[in-house]
């Protein structure tokens, strides 16, 4: 019963990751599955990484505002 249970369960998940990239047409077979799956990973780690250079980019802008805002502060 409980291998079941692990077994529905990867198929859920499996199917919760692969449904919203592909939407528009079932997968015609299990490679068709794993090829979508594999395309939403690689899909998901350039949006990461993609994010991770704007949080970069944002967190040098802030510093140099900051930097800016203490010299202004201590030329007064």
């Known amino acids: 019963m409980m291998r079941h249970i692990g077994t529905t369960f990867v ?3 499996v199917l919760g990751v692969a449904l919203p990239a592909a939407a528009q047409q ?5 490679n068709d599955l794993l090829k979508r ?8 780690k ?4 993609e994010r ?6 944002d967190k040098a802008s802030q510093q140099k505002l900051l930097a800016d ?3 202004q502060r201590a030329a007064q």
Do not use: L, M, Y
């Open 37 to 44: 799956v594999q395309q939403g990973e690689v899909t998901e």
């Open 69 to 71: 805002a203490q010299a």
């Open 11 to 13: 198929a859920v998940a």
């Open 26 to 30: 079932p997968a015609q077979s299990i």
């Open 52 to 57: 991770e250079q704007r949080f970069q980019q």
């Open 46 to 49: 350039r949006e990461n990484r």
